[in-house]
């Protein structure tokens, strides 16, 4: 990767500008621009909407500080991002090993149809379809009740759990995706000679397969985690009451209060610890990679 | 170290037989080498030894006991890769240190080992770099290393030398050939080229289709022969194809050529006789001389390649192309379309027993081979 990158600089960024170009200014009309635009409303103490008195401020920075119940629940979030990267990982890497390694062919195909299905439905219908089977009298109640002799009570709907398993059932495929890249990557020699220095398969995996796809495992945590931490709309719709957290506060102010400029202010601060965070485990992940 | 002994091994991948009842015992300590065209199992052979695959039927014996139910890491092998399938997220030194740290042994034990290793394939400075920085000799160096610092029973080489240029590939050939008599160990090496097999090797087995056409000392193979593949694969052969009478055969123009050696063949069958081309003596002629001994012919040269110390001659004869190599001793030489007398001894004529389904047509031996050859690479 590294001596990659040093050829790459080597040649210069010259001839490269053409292919960079469309997605520079795309990404400035589409992201810089609305988002100066939210960087400049974190600062003002009301919208200038309807002809309304505003002024600059650092108030809605401070109520950061100030109300303990922001970081709280920023720490729920951070908590829940943890959370749901780590069933990701448990559930996403060992599907993408046996996509890689075990299955060859049609049965593969099939297989990975089935992981990158929840890519392709709505995000809403998902969430509304975990709500069908969750709760009390929904699909998982009724299919237990009908199969175990005795009677017993599934309201998973407005909890924690529910929150968890739908985020898990909407990022999983992205742990699969970069894990399987990474692992079909390895030569099978590599493993066959592993095994042949004596290594058991379960050496050959933590020795070799694992800090050889490394890079996936990373990838597919940053790509989990970071929206998950902000995330909305499953914590509102599966969580219920108990969905209160950091992003759907942020949504909050954008919807039902109309704070705007709070709810710019607690999106940057969640972006600056964002990347406070993955700047500090780059050292360490890039070791391990 | 132990011997290695495969009893009527077969292995099919769906309707293909990959290895069909081939038996082979590699002795103790022996440097054999397996021969053969692309396709013609050896790759599948090895991975039945080494464990990563399983037989269909027949038994794999190493050191005397049945490996049928020890998995790969109990079988006590070092395998060279092709590839050479260095893992790249180590260093060079931690590549070679895996067989032993994953049985756990103290570390220090293990630098000394490994420095060991190293020092023994040359490479007792480049520890810590990463297998991405080293060239493809060293590579092959390390995937050694790698292999025989565990102290293996039995080594297995997957064509290691495939990716080399010549002039490295010969220093292998030395070192490898160095290093296996240092340790003793005894060596499985897969080989597409003949010339590696014939110089390093105590016994060859050549594999066509599966099967094991035959098995030997390089001598024994190269100067008898069993088969007109074997023939022409490990060397180049002039083949000649007619009825045997006994002493030799008769082509179907009426020449007899004598033989004495090779197969018996009972007078009236199918058989053909192998000659090298440096068995061959050439001289300048027309007509066959009077008293003319046995296995004469005449022909034209119809091309001739200088090597410096030798030359080829191509002889054409009744539709048939013999080639005939003559050391560069000074003597006078022949020009293309030159008639030329050929003759050789009884002595140098190997003769075979035809073999089911071979095709019958006028091949001359070098054509056959080019065309395994071709398949080879
Ligand atoms: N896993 C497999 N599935 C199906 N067919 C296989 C498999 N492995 C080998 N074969 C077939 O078995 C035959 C022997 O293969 P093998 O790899 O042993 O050849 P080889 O002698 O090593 O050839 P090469 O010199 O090209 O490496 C080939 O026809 C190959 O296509
Ligand atoms: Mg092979």
């Keep these: 990767m590294a001596d990659q990158l040093a050829i790459g600089s080597r040649r210069g960024l010259k001839p490269a500008l053409p292919l960079l170009l469309p997605a520079y200014l795309w990404l400035t009309v589409a992201i810089f621009l609305p988002l100066s635009a939210m960087v400049f409303f974190s600062f003002m103490t009301d919208l200038p909407l309807a002809g309304k008195e505003w002024s600059f401020t650092l108030g809605n920075y401070a109520a950061f500080f100030s109300q303990s119940l922001y970081s709280t629940l920023l720490l729920s979030s951070l908590r829940l991002g943890l959370e749901v990267t780590l069933w990701c990982v448990v559930i996403g890497y060992p599907a993408a090993y046996v996509l890689a390694k075990v299955l060859k062919g049609r049965s593969r195909e099939a297989i990975f149809l089935l992981v990158i299905l929840p890519f392709w439905s709505n995000g809403l219908v998902r969430i509304f379809s975990w709500a069908m089977v969750l709760r009390e009298g929904g699909i998982l109640d009724t299919a237990l009740n009908a199969v175990l002799p005795f009677k017993i009570n599934i309201d998973l709907m407005y909890s924690y759990p529910a929150v968890i398993i739908g985020l898990v059932h909407s990022y999983v495929p992205y742990m699969v995706l970069t894990c399987y890249l990474t692992l079909q990557a390895i030569d099978d020699s590599l493993i066959e000679a592993g095994r042949s220095l004596g290594a058991s398969r379960r050496q050959v995996l933590w020795r070799v397969i694992i800090p050889l796809s490394m890079p996936g495992l990373i990838a597919g945590a940053a790509l989990i985690f970071v929206p998950v931490v902000g995330s909305f709309m499953e914590p509102r719709i599966l969580g219920g009451r108990t969905g209160t957290f950091y992003g759907t506060v942020i949504e909050d102010q954008f919807v039902a209060v109309f704070n705007w400029p709070l709810g710019a202010a607690l999106s940057f601060i969640l972006l600056a610890v964002v990347l406070i965070i993955l700047a500090l485990a780059a050292p360490v992940l890039r070791r391990a990679a | ?377």
Aim: aromatic share 6%.
């Design chain 2, 1 to 377: 170290m132990a011997g290695v002994q495969v009893a009527n091994v077969s292995r099919s991948f769906g309707a293909h037989r990959a290895l069909d009842d081939v038996s082979i015992d590699f002795a103790d300590g022996g440097f054999y080498a397996l021969l053969g065209p692309s396709g013609s199992g050896k790759t599948t052979l090895l991975r039945q030894i080494a464990g990563f695959d399983f037989p269909d039927a027949g038994s794999i014996a190493i050191g005397g006991e049945s490996v049928e139910r020890v998995p790969v890491e109990k079988r006590r092998i070092g395998m060279v890769f092709q590839n050479y399938a260095l893992f790249p997220n180590m260093s060079v030194a931690d590549n070679v240190a895996f067989g032993l740290s994953v049985r756990g042994e103290p570390k220090a034990t293990i630098a000394m080992e490994v420095q060991r290793a190293l020092d023994l394939v040359q490479l007792g400075k480049l520890g810590g770099r990463r297998p991405h920085q080293l060239s493809g000799g060293q590579r092959q160096r390390v995937a050694l290393a790698r292999a025989i610092v565990t102290k293996p029973r039995v080594l297995l080489l997957d064509e290691p030398l495939g990716a080399l240029d010549k002039a490295l590939r010969v220093d292998m050939q030395i070192e490898l050939k160095r290093i296996q008599r240092e340790i003793g160990i005894t060596t499985i090496f897969v080989t597409h080229d003949q010339e590696e097999a014939l110089t390093m090797s105590d016994r060859i087995g050549i594999l066509r289709d599966g099967r094991l056409v035959q098995e030997g000392s390089p001598e024994e193979i190269y100067d008898r022969p069993q088969s007109e593949f074997a023939a022409t694969f490990l060397g180049d052969a002039n083949i000649f194809r007619g009825d045997a009478t006994g002493s030799g055969i008769k082509l179907p123009d009426g020449t007899t050529i004598a033989a004495s050696t090779g197969a018996s063949v009972p007078a009236g069958a199918k058989a053909s006789c192998a000659v090298r081309p440096e068995r061959i003596r050439i001289s300048p002629g027309a007509a066959k001389p009077d008293q003319a001994t046995a296995n004469t012919l005449t022909g034209q040269i119809s091309k001739r390649i200088f090597a410096g110390n030798n030359s080829t001659y191509f002889v054409d004869r009744d539709g048939q192309t013999l080639k005939v190599i003559v050391q560069n001793t000074g003597a006078e030489r022949l020009a293309e379309g030159q008639p030329v007398v050929l003759n050789w001894s009884p002595d140098s004529t190997v003769l075979i027993a035809a073999e089911l389904g071979e095709p019958r047509g006028q091949i001359s031996g070098m054509l056959s081979r080019k065309i395994t050859c071709s398949r080879g690479w």
